[in-house]
Structure formats: structure tokens, C-alpha cells
């Protein structure tokens, strides 16, 4: 039986949509524990690396088994799960640059508009591109959050309303409350943060 028919019946299906969603859960559970501990966001934490690896691993299996397993075949929440594996697939660039592109193919309701967005801004940014929707923000040297820079920024809001995003003015504000609530500053020395994220980069082969 070929690995393609072996997704066939309603109870492999259901098996395959409960991993994802078993996936999904163990990064969420996982990056809960690290915030709890206080060291979520002090560079990209080993234990963290190694669930997105095991997941990316395994999601590309999958796509090689099925294609992008959307919301016709797992259904609505394991679509999702998938999607966020993918999302976080970063230290596997090209699992997360085949997704991308099979996500780009899928029928319309196969996949969120937004969720299509916020990965085809990540790959870009972690390749060094200008993102083109505005949802990927880090800090400046001057310490504030910002959006990553953005392709034809003066007319981002009208690429955010046609799929449903709010304004990049007021997205930014939330973002910004938040991280007040949470006692979330810049880490002290800005410009080594983003020399040790673009060496981890080019380490894992985004860019050169």
C-alpha cells in the first residue's frame, strides 16, 4: 500500500488528525513551561529547538505523504495544529519553505488567509526579505517594538484589510500593551541580539 492511500480511510484520518493536534500541544505545553520559568525568550532554548525539530520532522512526512494536510482531510483544529508546527518550524528552513509553497496551492477554505500571511512574513523575514503584511515584530536598536521592515509599507493596511487584519497602527499598540502588562523590555544589548540571531540564521541556513 503506498504511503499516499495509507491516509485514505476516515480512521487513518482521524489518527493523523490527532497527532497534529498532540504536536501542537506538546509545543504549547512545552513553551508554557519555559515562560513560567522565565527564560522562554533568552535565545532560542534547547528544549524548545529540539520539540520544533521533532515536529518539523514529522510534518514533513506527512506532506510527503498527503501534500499539506488542510481542513477537508483533518479537519478545522488539526488544519490549525498543522499550520502552528509549521509556524514554528523555524530551524528547519526548507520544511517551512515547502509548506509555505504547498499552502499557496491549497483550494480556498483549505487554510486561514491570516495563517498564509503570518508564514509567508516569517519565511520571508528569516530569509532576509521584506515582509509583506506586517505581522512580524521585533525591537529596534532604540528599544521599541516595531514591525520588521515591510515591502511597500504605505500600502500595508490595504494587504492586511483584504484579509482581515486591523490596521498596522493598532496591531502595534496592542502588541506594545502588552508587553507593558508583562514587564517585557529589550533585552540590554540590542545590537548582539540581532548579530546572534542573524549568525543562527545563517547557521541553519536562511540566509547567507
Known sequence: MSQ???????P?????AAELIAMAAEDQRVRAELLAEGVLFDGYQRRMAEVHHRNAVRLAEIMTGIGWPGRSVVGREAADAAWLVLQHAIGDPPVMRRGLKLLRAVPPGEVDPIQLAM???RVRTLSGLPQIYGTQFDWDERGEMR?????GEARVDERRAAIGLPPLAE????IRAMLARNGETMPTDA???RREIDAWERSVGWHD
Do not use: N, T, V
Request: glycine share 8%; proline share 7%; hydrophobic share 35%.
Open 191 to 193: 545590537a548582539e541580539r
Open 147 to 151: 514591525p520588521r521592515p515591510i515591502e
Open 119 to 121: 508564514l509567508e512574513d
Open 4 to 10: 499516499q492511500r495509507s491516509f485514505d480511510g476516515a
Open 171 to 174: 496591531k502595534l499598540r496592542e
Open 12 to 16: 487513518m484520518r482521524g489518527a493523523l
